[in-house]
C-alpha cells in the first residue's frame, strides 16, 4: 500500500523531473549526486594538497594528466566489457575500487606519509576506474526509466552532475578547513557508499552475459557499427573536434582569470560557478523540454554558437563580460552534449549500446587532455587567447562545415 502510494506521488511529478517517475532511475539519480559531491570535495583537496607537497604548478598538471590519460586508453575496453557482463555487476566494482582508493588517499594523507608520486599513482588508477565506468554508466541508463522518458533522464544527470559541481567545491572547502585533507578524502570514500546501495537496490531484467568473441573482435564491431551508421558517425566526429579544439579552453581558465582579467583566486571561482550555473540552466532547459527536436540542427548551430562565445571570451577584457560568456558556454555546451547523447542512445541498440558509448566516451573525455597539450605547445609561439580563439574558431566552421555537407545530420530529429 504505501509503495503503490509513493508510486503514485511519482507519477504526478512535473515535466521537468519526470524521469524520477521511475523508482530505479530515482534510486540511481540520488545515489551518484551524492557520490558526484565527495568526488568534488576530494578534487579540490587533492589540488591543494599537491601544492602543499610540491609548491609547484606543474605537479598539478602532472596529476590532472594521470588522473584524465586513461579515458583515451581504457573507455572502448569499457564499453566492451559493458556489453558483454551485467552493467550493473561491473559499476559495483568500479564504484567500490574508487571507494578503496579514497580511503587509501585519506590514510596516507592522515598518517603524513604521502608524497606527490603516490598522488600520481592513485590519480591515474582512479581514472582508469572512472573510464571503465563510464561506459556502462552511460548504457545502464535506457534500462532504468521508459523510452519516452530517457531524454530527461539525460538531462537530469547532466543536471545532476553539474550541481555537484557548484556544491562540491563548496563544501570541500569547508570541509578541507574543519578536517583538513584527509578528511574530503575520507568523506568522498564514504559518498561512495550511497551508490552502492543504490546499485543494489534497483531491479531490471538480468542481462546475458555474452561472450563469443575476443575484446578486439567486439572492439572491432563496435567501430564497425558505427561506421555504418552515418547518423551516428558524423555525430562521433563532431565531439572529438569540440572536444580536442574547444573543451581545452577549461584548463586556461585560471590563466585567464589571473593574467587576463586580473581578478585572482575570487574571480577563477566566479568563472567556474558562471559556467557551472549555465550548465544546470540547459541541463534543466533540456529536462523540461522531453524531447529535443530537430537535433542534427540543435547540435550544429548551438555547437557553433559555443565556440563563438569562447573566441569571444578569449579577447574579452571585461569580467562581468566574461561572466556572462561562461555562462552561455555551459549553457551551450550542455544542450548540444546533451543532443548528441540522446540521439546516440536512441540510435543505437541494446546490445552495441555500451561500445556505442564507450567510443562517444573516449572521443568526449579522452581528447580534451591532448587539446590542452596543443593549445599549450601554440601558447609558446603566439599568446594563449589567439592559440584558444584559433583552435575554437577552427572548430566552429567545422561544425558549420558538417552540417552544410551532411545530409544524414540535417536529417536528424
Known sequence: MV????????????????????????????????????????????????????????????????????????????????????????????????????????????????????????????????????????????????????????ALNSAQFNMSRILGPSLGGYAMAVFGVAGNFFLNGVSFLAVLWALVRIRYPIEQERRQESMLDSLRAGFGYVRSQPQMRVLIWMIGVASFLTVPLLTFIPYFARDELHAGESGLGWLLACSGAGAVLGAVTVAWQGTIRHRGTVVSLVGAGVMAVVVAFCYSHSFVLSEFLMLLEGFGMILTISSVNVAMQHLSTDEMRGRVMSIYGTCFLGLPPLGALLAGELSRHIPTPHALALMSGVAMLAFLGFFVFSRPLRELD
Do not use: C
Open 3 to 154: 509503495r503503490a502510494l509513493a508510486q503514485r506521488d511519482a507519477n504526478r511529478l512535473p515535466q521537468v523531473v519526470r524521469a524520477l517517475r521511475n523508482p530505479n532511475f530515482r534510486l540511481f539519480w540520488s545515489g551518484n549526486f551524492l557520490s558526484n559531491i565527495g568526488t568534488w570535495m576530494q578534487n579540490v583537496a587533492q589540488g591543494w594538497l599537491v601544492l602543499v607537497l610540491t609548491n609547484s604548478p606543474f605537479w598539478l598538471g602532472v596529476v590532472g594528466f594521470a588522473g584524465s590519460i586513461p579515458f583515451l586508453f581504457f573507455t572502448l575496453f569499457g564499453g566492451v566489457i559493458a556489453d558483454r557482463v551485467d552493467k550493473r555487476r561491473l559499476l559495483l566494482i568500479t564504484q567500490s575500487t574508487m571507494m578503496i582508493l579514497a580511503f587509501l588517499l585519506a590514510g596516507l594523507a592522515w598518517f603524513k606519509v604521502i608524497t606527490v608520486w603516490e598522488v600520481v599513482v592513485i590519480a591515474f588508477l582512479n581514472g582508469t576506474a572512472m573510464s571503465m565506468n563510464q561506459p556502462s554508466y552511460q548504457a545502464l541508463v535506457p534500462r532504468l526509466v521508459q523510452r519516452e522518458d530517457l531524454t530527461n533522464a539525460i
